[in-house]
């Protein structure tokens, strides 16, 4: 397994064997490469949360029907707390579209509009799973290597001697 470190000078990528890095050096990727797989982690989540949120959002779709006109509901004001409502009108809903905006849609289009951001996050949660995968080998080995160094590194700091006990 190599590390990969980019040259300033020319800007091209160079491969770099990871037994030729010290033991520090080995440390502060790993370090680096942890934070990575926190970040993509945090990502993921993320994009699985809003897909949920998507999902239940075209599910709930199904129940806007004439039958249901003037029924009782239990309106969400989070994901925890409704309030309770009457259903109105069937013909068109309100679609949170993002950073307070709102638009007003019909049943269909909404249906449509869910669709569409349901593939559009599932593609996005297709790219950032190989990149964690990638990163998680990077470093289980990187972790190997440095277990290997610091073993290493200890049997040379042990004395070279046996350890003798005094005889009685």
């Known amino acids: 397994m190599a590390a990969v470190q980019e040259s300033a000078a020319n800007s091209q990528i160079q491969q770099i064997p990871l037994s030729q890095l010290s033991i520090q050096q080995l440390d502060q990727i790993k370090r680096d490469i942890e934070q990575e797989i926190s970040v993509l982690s945090d990502s993921l989540n993320a994009l699985k949360s809003a897909q949920q949120k998507f999902s239940d959002s075209l599910d709930n779709l199904t129940l806007i029907s004439k039958e249901n006109e003037g029924k009782a509901l239990m309106v969400p004001i989070t994901s925890s707390m409704y309030i309770p409502g009457i259903m109105d009108t069937s013909e068109k809903v309100l679609v949170d579209i993002g950073t307070g905006y709102y638009a007003e849609k019909s049943v269909d289009e909404a249906k449509k509009y869910f669709r569409r951001k349901i593939e559009f996050v599932a593609k996005q949660i297709d790219k950032v799973h ?12 990187l972790i190997e290597e440095l277990s290997s160094k610091v073993s290493q590194h200890m049997a040379q700091q042990a004395p070279k001697n046996p350890v003798v006990k005094p005889v009685k």
Not at 133 to 138: D, G, N, P, R
């Open 130 to 141: 190989p990149a964690l995968s990638e990163k998680s080998k990077i470093r289980n080995a």
